[in-house]
């Protein structure tokens, strides 16, 4: 069963430019979320979708927003980048049934904002 | 405001030996807790959970322990090994309807264990 796969690896991209980051959840889950990991921070929570609904949100400006599509496919796109957007994304899938599930972590893509 | 706090950034441990990463929350409604691993260039993976209902939760050498009263939880490793090196990641949820998919982490402890 493949797991979680986040495109791309790795990005440079120029302050104010926008981005867009994937990911393919494990087959079958329907939720994915989307974090953030910075030095000193750990991970922050961004968003969580759910049968192609937000269904959760962090504490993040409007710069940061996401889709996801029916076969559960997510993307997550940041807008006028600055600096500090620099940071490692990380994508979870899980079930996402009401109840406590464990999610499963892609490797992340690692952007750089210059 | 950090509602998951993980006090100590690092720790070492000698191979063989307990290793204890502690983890502290203030959200009160937060009812489900779990522990990740994470590897350097790796996405974290899921270790241990436990809920709110119980103060103890074991598997294998994984053992997680809550106090609910003094919103504290532990995890321990015994006995600890070379490979357990990695950063440990304190995460909690909780909440109505889809509450539990909104994970909050701590910032991580980094567990190195010594041969």
């Known amino acids: 069963k493949a797991g979680v796969t986040q495109t791309p690896r790795y990005l440079i991209k120029t302050r104010g430019q926008q981005v867009t980051l994937s990911c393919s959840p494990i087959?079958?889950?329907?939720?994915v979320s989307w974090y953030q990991q910075t030095p000193g921070q750990g991970l922050q929570f961004l968003f969580e979708?759910?049968?192609?609904?937000?269904?959760n949100k962090g504490n993040f400006p409007g710069r940061f927003s996401g889709r996801q599509f029916s076969n559960s496919r997510s993307e997550m796109n940041v807008s006028t980048l600055e600096l500090g957007d620099s940071a490692l994304y990380l994508c979870?899938?899980?079930?996402?049934?009401?109840?406590?599930?464990?999610?499963?972590f892609g490797q992340g893509t690692r952007l750089t904002v210059v | 405001d950090q509602q998951v706090k993980q006090n100590s950034p690092s720790l070492s441990v000698q191979e063989g030996r307990i290793s204890i990463l502690n983890c502290d929350y203030t959200?009160?409604?937060?009812?489900?807790f779990l522990w990740y691993k994470k590897y350097p260039a790796e996405g974290p993976t899921f270790l241990i959970s436990?809920?709110?209902?119980?103060d103890k939760n074991e598997d294998g050498r994984f053992t997680v322990f809550l106090n609910k009263s003094a919103k504290h939880l532990s995890l321990h490793i015994v006995p600890s090994q070379p490979g357990d090196s990695a950063v440990y990641f304190c995460?909690?949820?909780?909440?109505?309807?889809?509450?539990?998919?909104?994970?909050?982490f701590g910032t991580g402890t980094k567990l190195q264990v010594i041969p």
């Open positions: 979708y759910f049968s192609e609904t937000q269904r």
């Open positions: 979870a899938s899980s079930l996402g049934s009401t109840g406590s599930t464990e999610a499963f």
């Open positions: 436990i809920s709110s209902i119980k």
């Open positions: 959200n009160s409604m937060f009812d489900y």
């Open positions: 995460a909690a949820s909780g909440g109505l309807g889809g509450g539990y998919q909104k994970v909050t």
């Open positions: 087959s079958g889950h329907r939720s």
